[in-house]
Structures are given as structure tokens and as C-alpha cells.
């Protein structure tokens, strides 16, 4: 059962009524009697006594006999909440989608597959027998679900065996047969891993991707691989449009029928009908966005997840968990394969490979040499001394020209612009001076050319803005947005199209005739053949960022979008920043691995994450100290802050070496307790290694 309440993170004991026996097997959600309330909770195991010595109470309902909650499921919900200091409660809630009783009355279509004939029957159980059963922590509010333990035995979901054929499946899990290395022979240990897939070994590797790369392709071979050696896959995805491309790339190498995509915007008949088919066996690969990373699959032998940095894989509900880490955690639980891969790398994975866990997997530099197209910098000393004005154009003349000439090719031009919108900051005209909101001190923007000055924050209207400081009523562009961008460029390029992709309206791919395609990162769409030119304005908005992640986010961005034009010399990329940036020449060399290597060198010697682990702890200040001060932190932690929070709150910092992450997860998920148990008024976030520390 599920409250949310961390000094009711644990199992408990009921007895089994003889009329549910039959329906209640560990994994099915059930009712319960709690506090007085009937409560939603999961039925975790079967035993024939308990050793609780007080009375227990019954079994009020068994809501459905599908055991959705697989043991292995359980087994990794448990250690994520360990992990992230959370209740296992909360986990379950993200693990399993909400039921859908029509869904589960379907039709199944399936029989017995002759391994599970030769299977014994589990012996009945006297019906006149009441057996305990134990249910997860207990809810004191409706629909809360159930956390606990489950022991591995007392499943009694259906199997399907490596051989056999699935039901809805186009044939055999191991039908695939030997798999075609294909694009992975340009990286010198490409195919060893696709080997060592189908031999059912569990390899470990950390891929950086060549520009150009048909990364959706090279995860389907690697499935593909891992399904002939008789296993199931979990493959997570940044969101919907890279969805989309596994999706069809799946089902040409595997076939219909063979995988299941999860995603939370599928709604709730179908996600949950995508969920049953792998609960139910009766697929052995599952891909989707973050909601795919608890995905129930038997045998797994591989978790794949591309651009582990994006900010999409944290998941926003407590105990906020990153869906590479929670990977990482089946790999060591199933003894499975693991696949981290992206054009850019994180400090994360770095790590992986610097401590012996995962194996990279590069190009040699002949081959990117090959691959990549023709870098430039405007902010060097030879741009500079051809074009003085390269230190502040927001279009200098180097990237001007790139683009034109790459429409006279009759080529597209994909321009990224960090910020959506119009105008998303504005100035006084005079002397500079932000333009704010007088009603909540706001920064205002101008959301079209005849537009009104609005607040950002609060909406309201700034119609008769003064500036305050000198009473200047002229506004300026302090940043320009997309469309504002995309405005100028079509004044620059008459008679060529302009297309937009962004937040309102985010394109999948466009033609490969003449084009400027302005678009926000993430929304790059893929061009017929590629781009002829990929310009990168205003970087300063990336690298100027207060954020520990700022050059390593800045340098993904860059690769996702550089990755899309063709090789030199049909392709050139010019990035409006200085040269001399360590995340320019990292994109300048396409040499991801070398930057996260460094990135992560500074953390160690600063003391950030990935080097060390550290908790976040957000709230009203005398809550925040009230925690700390319950909390029984290792002795080597250190407590760091206070730093100003959102909304008035303020947030502590915890950091202890990684060696004592489980002390402080405990010790922080004990004092929550506490300050649960007595009802404490203010709530207090806990977070573990969060994606943003300031």
C-alpha cells in the first residue's frame, strides 16, 4: 500500500480468506483494511504462517488476478528507492501503470506453450487453509498502491521460453538468427558487441556516435542480437519522435509484433495493453520514453538508453529517479547487458567506462575525419581579424556565408536557436536596464513584432512600461527567440522557405531542397540527404548558464545538431562562440570523450557528482534544519549551503563519497520518517544526485 509517508515503508502481514485463495497470488493489487480505511495495496508473497504475534486482520478484496507486479519488478522498485532515499511506494507508482479494467477482460489468444506444459502444477491450497500474505506499506489515502519485497518463488505469472513462439509474436524469440554487424563495423569493437549479444553474454559499453549515425538502426541490431541469444531487451528513449524512429527501425529488423512501445502519452488503454504483453510474456522487447524503464521483460539480457543527457530521462515525481540509473540497476540485478549511448557523453558515463564497468565503443579518428563535416568557430583569431564584427554579430559574416552558399547548392540550412519565442527578454532602449514586471519583478517579452510587452511569470500586460531607472519608454531585444530569428532570416533569404521547429509544432524530418529550418534544440528535424550548412547562435546562452552541467548540455546540443549535416565538404557547421572553449574544441574535433573525461576530472577535484554522491534538501528553512538535525549522516558527510530555493525556500547540500551513498540515502529516509510520524506541517524534498544543485 501506498501513503507516501517514509515511517510506512514496509510490508504487511494479512490473512488470506478461504474464498481468495485462488485469486490471491503475490503481484495482484488488492484491498485492505489500514488505519481504519480500505486502501489499494499489492499482495507481495505467500506464506504458510507469519511471525507476527499480534492479530492480523483479513483480506478485504482481491480488485484483480492479473499479477501485474513482477518479482524481479519488485526486487528493482525496492533498490531504487533505497537508492534515491524514497519509499518503495513511490516507486511502484511509476513502475506500474494505472489499471485498466477492459483492457485486462480482452481476449487473450494465447495457449500453453509446450514448456509450460511439462510444467507441474503448483499444488492447490486447502481451501479450507487461511495462509498470511504480505502487502505492501500501508495507505491511509484512496487510490495509494503497495510496496515491499517479493520473493522470486511465489510468482505465478505465465512464462514464455526462449524457442517458443509468443503470442502475437511474428515467430520464435530466438528465431532472429545471426544478425548482420552492419553500421557497427565502423567502430573497431562494434561487432564483438553484437557477438557477445548473441552468445547471451551480458557486455557492458558506452557507444559514441559517428555524425550521420542511423542510431535507431544500430539499437535495433543490437536487439536484434539479443533476442537470438534467447533474451529480452529494454531499450528508453529521450521522447515521442525518437520513439518513433526505434519504433519502425524494430519492427524492419525483428518484424510486426515482436516489441511493444511504452510511453506515458500512448494514454491509458493502450499503455497499459503494451504493459500486459510484456507482463504476459508474450513480447520480449520493450522500447518508450522514461515510463519504459521499470518495463516487466523475462530473460533480459540487454537495457539500452540513447542520450542518457537528456533531461527528459529524469523522472519529476518523488523519489525522482534517472532512468539510466535505474537501467544500471537492472543490468546488476539481471546480470544483463547494458548499452549507453549518444553523440555526446556524459560525466556519468565516463565514469562508467574509467572505473572498467562498460567498454567504449568509437569510431578510429580516420573514421570520424571521414564522417564529420567542416567545423568552425566565429569567435577565433583569423575569423576575427577577417571580421571584426564577428565578436558581437549575432550573424556574423562567416555563418552568412556558409548558409548561402549552401542554398545555392539547393541544400537546407538548419539554424538552432537556444530560446522559443519572439523577443523572450527585453531592454530599455536607453541605458539597458532589463525590462521587468512591476507586479511580480518578472522579466518581460514581446511576443510578436506589434505585440504588447507581457510578463513571463505572471502573464500580466505591461502596456505603459517606463523603465525605472531612467524613464525611457523604447525597448530592445535583450535575447531573440525562434521566431524572431527565423523573421530575420527570411529578410535575409528572400524567396527561400522558412520553416520553424519548436514547443508549438515540432517537425520530424523535411525535404532536402533549399530550405532555412530554424528550430530549438531537441526539435532538429532530420533533412532528406542532410543539411548543407547547421549554424549555432547565440552559444552564450549555453555556456553562460548557472549550472554545473552547462558545457557538457551545451556540447550535446551541438553534436545532436552537427550530427545532422553531411561530411565535408558538402556540410559545414559554423558555432558562433569562441574557439578556445573546451566545449568548441570538443565539437570542433567531434571528440565527445575526451570533454567528458575532463568535465569529470574537475568534479573529482571539486567534489561534484558523478565523483561523489550528493542529496539535495529543499524546503522552509527551519524544516530543512529540522531534518538535518534528526538525520544520522555518515560521518564523513558534509553539509553544504543554505542556498536560496524557488518560491522563498531554501536547499542544503549533502555530499559524501560514493563509497557511503547507501549511509546517507538510509539516514536521510530515516529522518523523513520521523518528521512523518509526528506529523510535521512543512514537507521537505529529498533528492539524491539531482540533475540541477543551484
Same mark, same amino acid.
Request: contains cysteine.
Given at each position: 500500500?501506498?501513503?507516501?509517508?517514509?515511517?510506512?515503508?514496509?510490508?504487511?502481514?494479512?490473512?488470506?480468506?478461504?474464498?481468495?485463495?485462488?485469486?490471491?497470488?503475490?503481484?495482484?493489487?488488492?484491498?485492505?483494511?489500514?488505519?481504519?480505511?480500505?486502501?489499494?495495496?499489492?499482495?507481495?508473497?505467500?506464506? @504458510?504462517?507469519?511471525?507476527?504475534?499480534?492479530?492480523?486482520?483479513?483480506?478485504?478484496?482481491?480488485?484483480?488476478?492479473?499479477?501485474?507486479?513482477?518479482?524481479?519488478?519488485?526486487?528493482?522498485?525496492?533498490?531504487?528507492?533505497?537508492?534515491?532515499?524514497?519509499?518503495?511506494?513511490?516507486?511502484?507508482?511509476?513502475?506500474?501503470?494505472?489499471?485498466?479494467?477492459?483492457?485486462?477482460? @480482452?481476449?487473450?489468444?494465447?495457449?500453453?506453450?509446450?514448456?509450460?506444459?511439462?510444467?507441474?502444477?503448483?499444488?492447490?491450497?486447502?481451501?479450507?487453509?487461511?495462509?498470511?500474505?504480505?502487502?505492501?506499506?500501508?495507505?491511509?489515502?484512496?487510490?495509494?498502491?503497495?510496496?515491499?519485497?517479493?520473493?522470486?518463488?511465489?510468482?505465478?505469472?505465465?512464462?514464455?521460453?526462449? &524457442?517458443?513462439?509468443?503470442?502475437?509474436?511474428? &515467430?520464435?524469440?530466438?528465431?532472429?538468427?545471426?544478425?548482420?554487424?552492419?553500421?557497427?563495423?565502423?567502430?573497431?569493437?562494434?561487432?564483438?558487441?553484437?557477438?557477445?549479444?548473441?552468445?547471451?553474454?551480458?557486455?557492458?559499453?558506452?557507444?559514441?556516435?559517428?555524425?550521420?549515425?542511423?542510431?535507431?538502426?544500430?539499437?535495433?541490431?543490437?536487439?536484434?542480437?539479443?533476442?537470438?541469444?534467447?533474451?529480452?531487451?529494454?531499450?528508453?528513449?529521450?521522447?515521442?519522435?525518437?520513439?518513433?524512429?526505434?519504433?519502425?527501425?524494430?519492427?524492419?529488423?525483428?518484424?510486426?509484433?515482436?516489441?511493444?512501445?511504452?510511453?506515458?502519452?500512448?494514454?491509458?488503454?493502450?499503455?497499459?495493453?503494451?504493459?500486459?504483453?510484456?507482463?504476459?510474456?508474450?513480447?520480449?522487447?520493450?522500447? &518508450?520514453?522514461?515510463?519504459?524503464?521499470?518495463?516487466?521483460?523475462?530473460?533480459?539480457?540487454?537495457?539500452?538508453?540513447?542520450?542518457?543527457?537528456?533531461?527528459?530521462?529524469?523522472?519529476?515525481?518523488?523519489?525522482?529517479?534517472?532512468?539510466?540509473?535505474?537501467?544500471?540497476?537492472?543490468?546488476?540485478?539481471?546480470?544483463?547487458?547494458?548499452?549507453?549511448?549518444?553523440?555526446?557523453?556524459?560525466?556519468?558515463?565516463?565514469?562508467?567506462? @574509467?572505473?572498467?564497468?562498460?567498454? @567504449?565503443?568509437?569510431?578510429?579518428?580516420?573514421?570520424?575525419?571521414?564522417?564529420?563535416?567542416?567545423?568552425?568557430?566565429?569567435?577565433?583569431?583569423?575569423?576575427?581579424?577577417?571580421?571584426?564584427?564577428? #565578436?558581437?554579430?549575432?550573424?556574423?559574416?562567416?555563418?552568412?556565408?556558409?548558409?548561402?552558399?549552401?542554398?545555392?547548392?539547393?541544400?537546407?540550412?538548419?539554424?538552432?536557436?537556444?530560446?522559443?519565442?519572439?523577443?523572450?527578454?527585453?531592454?530599455?532602449?536607453?541605458?539597458?536596464?532589463?525590462?521587468?514586471?512591476?507586479?511580480?519583478?518578472?522579466?518581460?517579452?514581446?511576443?510578436?513584432?506589434?505585440?504588447?510587452?507581457?510578463?513571463?511569470?505572471?502573464?500580466?500586460?505591461?502596456?505603459?512600461?517606463?523603465?525605472?531607472?531612467?524613464?525611457?519608454?523604447?525597448?530592445?531585444?535583450?535575447?531573440?527567440?525562434?521566431?524572431?530569428?527565423?523573421?530575420? +532570416?527570411?529578410?535575409? *533569404?528572400?524567396?527561400?522557405?522558412?520553416?520553424?521547429?519548436?514547443?508549438?509544432?515540432?517537425?520530424?524530418?523535411?525535404?532536402?531542397?533549399?530550405?532555412?529550418?530554424?528550430?530549438?534544440? &531537441? #526539435?532538429?528535424?532530420?533533412?532528406?540527404?542532410?543539411?548543407?550548412?547547421?549554424?549555432?547562435?547565440?552559444?552564450?546562452?549555453?555556456?553562460?548558464?548557472?549550472?554545473?552541467?552547462?558545457?557538457?548540455?551545451?556540447?550535446?546540443?551541438?553534436?545532436?545538431?552537427?550530427?545532422?549535416?553531411?561530411?565535408?565538404?558538402?556540410?559545414?557547421?559554423?558555432?558562433?562562440?569562441?574557439?578556445?572553449?573546451?566545449?568548441?574544441?570538443?565539437?570542433?574535433?567531434?571528440?565527445?570523450?575526451? *570533454?567528458?573525461?575532463?568535465?569529470?576530472?574537475?568534479?573529482?577535484? +571539486?567534489?561534484?557528482?558523478?565523483?561523489?554522491?550528493?542529496?539535495?534538501?529543499?524546503?522552509?528553512?527551519?524544516?530543512?534544519?529540522?531534518?538535518?538535525?534528526?538525520?544520522?549522516?555518515?560521518?564523513?558527510?558534509?553539509?553544504?549551503?543554505?542556498?536560496?530555493?524557488?518560491?522563498?525556500?531554501?536547499?542544503?547540500?549533502?555530499?559524501?563519497?560514493?563509497?557511503?551513498?547507501?549511509?546517507?540515502?538510509?539516514?536521510?529516509?530515516?529522518?523523513?520518517?520521523?518528521?512523518?510520524?509526528?506529523?510535521?506541517?512543512?514537507?521537505?524534498? +529529498?533528492?539524491?544526485?539531482?540533475?540541477?544543485?543551484?
Amino acid at each position: 500500500m501506498d501513503v507516501g509517508l517514509a515511517h510506512l515503508d514496509r510490508p504487511f502481514d494479512y490473512l488470506v480468506p478461504a474464498e481468495l485463495d485462488e485469486a490471491a497470488v503475490p503481484g495482484t493489487r488488492v484491498k485492505v483494511r489500514f488505519a481504519g480505511q480500505l486502501v489499494d495495496g499489492w499482495l507481495l508473497s505467500r506464506a @504458510e504462517d507469519s511471525g507476527h504475534t499480534g492479530r492480523l486482520a483479513y483480506l478485504e478484496k482481491v480488485v484483480s488476478p492479473e499479477p501485474v507486479l513482477a518479482p524481479e519488478i519488485a526486487r528493482l522498485a525496492r533498490a531504487v528507492a533505497d537508492r534515491y532515499a524514497g519509499s518503495l511506494a513511490d516507486v511502484l507508482r511509476l513502475a506500474v501503470p494505472p489499471r485498466h479494467a477492459r483492457v485486462e477482460k @480482452e481476449p487473450r489468444g494465447d495457449q500453453p506453450t509446450p514448456a509450460d506444459a511439462d510444467t507441474p502444477a503448483a499444488p492447490a491450497d486447502d481451501p479450507t487453509t487461511v495462509r498470511p500474505a504480505t502487502v505492501g506499506p500501508g495507505a491511509v489515502r484512496p487510490e495509494s498502491t503497495a510496496s515491499a519485497t517479493v520473493r522470486p518463488e511465489s510468482t505465478a505469472s505465465a512464462a514464455v521460453r526462449p &524457442g517458443t513462439v509468443a503470442p502475437g509474436a511474428a &515467430g520464435p524469440v530466438g528465431a532472429v538468427g545471426a544478425v548482420d554487424p552492419r553500421g557497427w563495423r565502423d567502430y573497431p569493437t562494434g561487432p564483438a558487441l553484437l557477438r557477445a549479444l548473441t552468445d547471451g553474454r551480458a557486455p557492458r559499453a558506452v557507444w559514441s556516435a559517428l555524425p550521420g549515425e542511423d542510431w535507431a538502426a544500430r539499437y535495433a541490431d543490437a536487439v536484434a542480437a539479443t533476442v537470438a541469444g534467447g533474451r529480452g531487451a529494454v531499450v528508453v528513449v529521450p521522447d515521442a519522435r525518437d520513439l518513433d524512429r526505434l519504433d519502425a527501425a524494430l519492427t524492419g529488423v525483428l518484424g510486426p509484433g515482436r516489441h511493444v512501445s511504452l510511453s506515458a502519452a500512448l494514454g491509458p488503454a493502450r499503455r497499459y495493453r503494451a504493459f500486459l504483453a510484456a507482463r504476459r510474456g508474450q513480447v520480449s522487447v520493450v522500447i &518508450g520514453t522514461r515510463a519504459a524503464m521499470f518495463a516487466p521483460v523475462e530473460r533480459l539480457g540487454l537495457v539500452a538508453i540513447w542520450d542518457d543527457g537528456d533531461d527528459l530521462h529524469s523522472e519529476p515525481r518523488s523519489p525522482y529517479p534517472h532512468a539510466r540509473d535505474v537501467l544500471l540497476t537492472r543490468v546488476q540485478l539481471a546480470e544483463a547487458g547494458a548499452l549507453v549511448g549518444g553523440y555526446a557523453r556524459t560525466a556519468e558515463a565516463q565514469l562508467l567506462v @574509467e572505473t572498467g564497468w562498460a567498454r @567504449e565503443v568509437v569510431a578510429d579518428r580516420a573514421t570520424v575525419r571521414a564522417r564529420i563535416p567542416a567545423i568552425a568557430p566565429t569567435g577565433d583569431d583569423p575569423q576575427l581579424a577577417r571580421d571584426p564584427g564577428a #565578436a558581437t554579430a549575432r550573424l556574423p559574416s562567416l555563418a552568412w556565408t556558409a548558409a548561402r552558399d549552401a542554398l545555392r547548392q539547393d541544400l537546407p540550412v538548419l539554424v538552432q536557436v537556444p530560446r522559443r519565442g519572439y523577443l523572450p527578454s527585453i531592454s530599455c532602449a536607453e541605458c539597458r536596464t532589463p525590462a521587468r514586471c512591476a507586479h511580480c519583478s518578472g522579466p518581460l517579452a514581446l511576443p510578436s513584432a506589434g505585440g504588447t510587452p507581457a510578463c513571463r511569470w505572471c502573464a500580466r500586460v505591461a502596456a505603459a512600461y517606463a523603465c525605472p531607472q531612467c524613464g525611457g519608454r523604447r525597448l530592445r531585444a535583450a535575447v531573440t527567440g525562434a521566431r524572431r530569428t527565423a523573421e530575420e +532570416l527570411g529578410r535575409a *533569404f528572400p524567396g527561400v522557405p522558412v520553416r520553424t521547429s519548436g514547443r508549438e509544432e515540432v517537425l520530424t524530418d523535411v525535404p532536402g531542397g533549399a530550405a532555412l529550418v530554424v528550430t530549438t534544440p &531537441g #526539435a532538429e528535424p532530420v533533412a532528406a540527404g542532410g543539411y548543407g550548412a547547421v549554424l549555432l547562435l547565440d552559444s552564450w546562452a549555453l555556456l553562460t548558464r548557472a549550472d554545473l552541467r552547462a558545457g557538457e548540455e551545451a556540447l550535446r546540443r551541438w553534436l545532436a545538431a552537427a550530427a545532422l549535416a553531411r561530411p565535408a565538404p558538402a556540410g559545414r557547421v559554423v558555432v558562433v562562440a569562441d574557439g578556445a572553449l573546451a566545449p568548441v574544441q570538443a565539437l570542433l574535433r567531434w571528440d565527445a570523450a575526451w *570533454f567528458a573525461g575532463r568535465e569529470l576530472a574537475e568534479r573529482r577535484e +571539486l567534489g561534484f557528482p558523478p565523483a561523489v554522491r550528493m542529496a539535495s534538501v529543499t524546503g522552509p528553512a527551519e524544516a530543512v534544519a529540522d531534518l538535518l538535525a534528526a538525520a544520522r549522516l555518515p560521518t564523513d558527510a558534509e553539509v553544504l549551503g543554505p542556498v536560496p530555493a524557488e518560491e522563498g525556500r531554501e536547499r542544503m547540500l549533502v555530499r559524501v563519497p560514493r563509497s557511503r551513498a547507501a549511509a546517507l540515502a538510509e539516514a536521510l529516509h530515516s529522518a523523513a520518517g520521523a518528521r512523518a510520524a509526528r506529523k510535521a506541517a512543512d514537507p521537505v524534498r +529529498l533528492q539524491v544526485d539531482p540533475l540541477s544543485l543551484f
